[in-house]
Nanobody, 123 residues
């Protein structure tokens, strides 16, 4: 069974930076297409970024393009989300997701999900 564990979320000031990590276990990590999503209070879960199996292709939501970077280390079974120039509207619970299939950007029907990590950006 695939297990995803996010970490790195915390309170940060606007303009600051943060790196989230998602550790993958229970399968061959390089076989999984990975995504990051976020959910703010009272809102739907939104796509943030995705990365292909080898890391050669990445996709971003328009709202984070140029500020966030998704990457993966297949030797460490981990996917990262580097977040720069954080804004209060980036406040949300951030989730990583995994699927063996390609998932088109913004599609949220991944097979596996983590429990999430809270990111709070103060103004």
């Amino acid at each position: 069974q695939v297990r995803l564990v996010e970490s790195g979320g915390r309170l940060v000031q606007a303009g600051g930076s943060l790196t989230l990590s998602c550790a993958h276990s229970g399968g061959t990590f390089s076989s999984y297409y990975m995504g990051w999503f976020r959910q703010a209070p009272g809102k739907e879960r939104d796509f943030v970024a995705a990365i292909s199996w080898s890391g050669g292709s990445t996709y971003y939501a328009d709202s984070v393009k140029g500020r966030f970077t998704i990457s993966r280390d297949n030797a460490k079974n981990t996917v990262y989300l580097r977040m720069n120039s954080l804004k209060p509207e980036d406040t949300a619970v951030y989730y990583c997701a995994a699927d063996t299939r390609f998932r088109a950007p913004r599609r949220a029907d991944y097979d596996y999900w983590g429990q999430g990590t809270q990111v709070t950006v103060s103004s």
